[in-house]
């Protein structure tokens, strides 16, 4: 999903088709918005399993694999996980652990 990006998304993606076809696709939203790029998402998605993730994002070799593991046997709709600051992640100071959710750390200033 382009969302209205003002770099050269369509040029790296334009590229990735031509190494990969019919591997990728080239999708404009101009709404802004997490929300609009995801629902645009959802509406041409063409395959039978819809993973998200952002452009700030690097994903581990297997994780999409790893993500519909437990899809295949038709028991479960859906599947999130948890997701980890990097190795290199340092909290800036004044930054502390605040709770552990399903969804992995959740990082807040100390001073509320």
């Known amino acids: 999903m382009d969302n209205n990006s003002t770099d050269q998304t369509r040029e790296v993606v334009e590229g990735f088709q ?17 929300s609009q790029a995801r629902n645009a998402g959802i509406r041409e998605a063409r395959g039978d399993v819809l993973a998200f993730m952002d452009d700030d994002v690097a994903v581990d070799a ?11 046997d038709g028991t479960r709709a859906g599947v999130g996980g948890r997701i980890l600051p990097e190795q290199t992640f340092r909290r800036r100071p004044g930054w502390a652990w605040r709770t552990r959710t399903v969804w ?9």
């Not at 031509?18 to 997490?34: D, M």
């Not at 992995?104 to 509320?112: E, K, R, Y």
């Open 62 to 72: 297997t994780w999409l694999q790893s993500l519909t593991a437990c899809l295949h």
């Open 18 to 34: 031509r190494r990969h076809p019919n591997r990728f696709r080239y999708v404009f939203e101009p709404r802004q918005g997490l």
């Open 104 to 112: 992995g750390p959740l990082f807040s200033p100390t001073s509320t």
